[in-house]
């Protein structure tokens, strides 16, 4: 239900937009995830857990953190951010952490993006980089991110393994009871 001409095809096409022209997918990821924020916050939903799902949405953990901050429906909600291997290739704009910027990221927001080469393991670290919690969904992960997410200190469920569904909605369940609890334990010694 998020749309816009300028970055997503109709209907019919067969190649995805983010690799038919990549090189508009740092704004496109900066259109949905903003897009759904604003979806969430106007249909007054108040999410326990907001799951980001894959290098598209790696930006809502840094907008939810910072810009909704204040957002009383979404400044208690946990973000976890989930690994997945689908990727794109090249980098995206040069120009990319001046957009955010503009957005009203401070350069302190923007750390994990370093001096330049803005690719898909750069926006992958931005997500883990401010979320709550993160999911390692597939084996073929690069090394490098999972290590990074491990060295985060935050909690990470691992790749459950290829052992059915049934054991892997098991692990999740397990996860995300660990984090609410977690969670939950924080706020009654914070009061």
Known sequence: FIDNDDYFEGPG?????TESSPEDNDERSMFFVRGVIETVRKLRWDPTVIHCTGWITALAPLYIRHLYQDDPGLSRSLVVYSLRPESFEGKLDARFAEKL?????????????????????TLNKLGIDHSDAIVVTAPDIPAGLVEYARQSGKPVLEYPGPDGEEATTAAYHDFYQSILSQKENDSKSSD
């Open 101 to 121: 910027k503009m957005a009203g990221f401070t350069d302190e927001c923007l750390q994990s993006l370093g001096g330049g080469d803005f690719d898909w393991m």
């Open 13 to 17: 096409t067969k190649v995805l937009e």
